[in-house]
Nanobody
Framework: QVQLVESGGALVQAGGSLRLSCAAS????????MGWYRQAPGKQRELVAA???????NYADSMKGRFTISRDNAKKTVYLQMNSLKPEDTAVYYC????????????????WGQGTQVTVSS
């Protein structure tokens, strides 16, 4: 059993930056891979980025360059650094986790967080 708690969402102006955090508790095997998805109003949930315990990363093509995923294994926490934010980045950002990176990337992990709202004003 893994619990995920996101934080760091906020209202920010276009061009600004935010860092989201997701703290995990529970079975560390269950957080071998962790990731971030987002869901904008009226749109499907989409992959932002994923990272395995050894630091292997996977980014959605549209997220490369502005977003950086990282993790602190000792703290069981994954981060998402978001730079040069745009209004179209407005969404609820969800953390997820699974023993397998492929399941995190594929959007069918065992664990999801509750989400944190990011709003980018123009």
């Amino acid at each position: 059993q893994v619990q995920l708690v996101e934080s760091g969402g906020a209202l920010v102006q276009a061009g600004g930056s935010l860092r989201l955090s997701c703290a995990a508790s529970g079975n560390i095997f269950g957080i071998n891979a962790m990731g971030w998805y987002r869901q904008a109003p009226g749109k499907q949930r989409e992959l932002v980025a994923a990272i395995s315990r050894d630091g292997t990363t996977n980014y959605a093509d549209s997220m490369k360059g502005r977003f950086t995923i990282s993790r602190d294994n000792a703290k069981k926490t994954v981060y998402l650094q978001m730079n040069s934010l745009k209004p179209e980045d407005t969404a609820v950002y969800y953390c997820n986790a699974d023993p397998l990176l492929s399941r995190v990337v594929g959007g069918n992990p065992r664990s999801w967080g509750q989400g944190t709202q990011v709003t980018v004003s123009s």
